[in-house]
């Protein structure tokens, strides 16, 4: 592609690079009008910048081999999301080098960081930008956006960034229908339905329903009864009291049922307290007494992966430390130094 400044006579047919004022037909009205950049110019057009004054403009010529700003991004999108619906991704339509990648519903974004790093360093004049991986996203919520930053790039270039990208972003679905949250009582009170109305909305988000509330003593004997009998596919428990060992009265529930415990604790801070299991082939999650607040904590991050059919393993927990300070507490009972 050829860029420069050009006489005004010369530029018909060459890409606009800048913004500029046209002189308006018929031109002794005086009035104006703004030729957009990127614009194609028309002999019309010159005649026009000639008018207002302009004998020399910045342009761009594409030249044999390259593709247009537009083409090269639809054609670049194509080839990330060969199948739009298999991965769960609407392609957008391109414009001013741009084409923006949606997701068709609700889920979790997977991304191949090494194939979308190797396209990025082709050629700087060809970029998508993502969201992070394992990104919970809703139904029309942006995924990526690719741009193609010059008005053309060569069409070699744009097949070297285009090979090993297929199928690089996809949405994961849920794939769960029904959840149920089990709550235990350290009291005879029956606890306030916050944490259920938090947890609620984070499953309707994701196209799931909680069954009938169950709240029973703070007991081994009782929370394991209600864990066997749950009928949700996915089993959450929200203690009235919080659990602060892999011995503590949840996780020993679990396993009284006849269930299995992945791991207790997280690097993720809130949300510190969770432990993840299993129970006669259902997901269980412990949950930390964040969750009873609509905020971002750790209990999201497994939650979402767990919906979503994702395997969670006590290594994938243990990676999520590296960017797990997700807020400061004010209110925590022991305050981090201001110095």
Same mark, same amino acid.
């Given at each position: ?103 068709? %519903? ?170 993840? %299991? ?19 904590? %750790? ?21 999520? %430390? ?18």
């Amino acid at each position: 592609m050829k860029f420069g400044a050009v006489q005004v006579a010369q530029a018909e047919g060459a890409i606009l690079a800048h913004s500029m004022q046209a002189a308006q037909p018929p031109y002794d009205t005086g009035l104006c009008y703004r030729l957009a950049k990127g614009t194609f110019l028309t002999a019309q057009h010159l005649a026009d910048l000639a008018a207002e004054g302009h004998d020399q403009i910045t342009v761009a010529r594409l030249e044999a081999g390259d593709l247009h700003e537009d083409a090269a991004a639809l054609t670049l999108a194509q080839a990330l999301v060969p199948d739009e619906a298999g991965q769960g991704i609407r392609i957008s339509g391109a414009g001013a080098g741009r084409v923006n990648l949606y997701a068709l %519903g609700a889920g979790l974004v997977r991304l191949d960081r090494a194939a979308l790093e190797a396209l990025n360093g082709v050629d700087p004049m060809i970029t998508i930008a993502t969201v992070p991986d394992y990104h919970r996203v809703d139904a029309d919520g942006m995924i990526a956006t690719i741009k193609i930053i010059s008005y053309g790039v060569e069409a070699a270039a744009l097949d070297r960034a285009s090979a090993g990208v297929e199928g690089a972003l996809r949405v994961l679905p849920p794939v769960f229908a029904t959840a149920s949250l089990i709550e235990t009582r350290v009291s005879r009170d029956i606890p306030s339905d916050k944490g259920r109305r938090a947890m609620a909305g984070r499953l309707h988000r994701m196209g799931l329903s909680l069954t009938d509330r169950v709240v029973v003593p703070h007991r081994e004997a009782e929370l394991a009864t209600a864990l066997a009998e749950a009928p949700g596919e996915v089993l959450l428990i929200l203690t009235g009291s919080a659990t602060s060992d892999p011995l503590d009265v949840a996780p020993e529930a679990l396993r009284r049922a006849g269930g299995s415990m992945t791991r207790f604790g997280m690097p993720v801070d809130p949300g510190n307290l969770l432990f993840i %299991g299993a129970l006669q082939g259902k997901p269980v999650i412990g949950l930390p007494g964040c969750a009873r607040s609509p905020a971002l904590n %750790g209990a999201d991050w497994v939650l979402e992966r767990v919906l979503c059919g994702c395997r969670v393993s006590s290594a994938d927990i243990a990676a999520m %430390g590296v960017g797990g300070l997700l807020k400061e507490i004010p209110t925590r009972p022991m305050p981090r130094r201001s110095d």
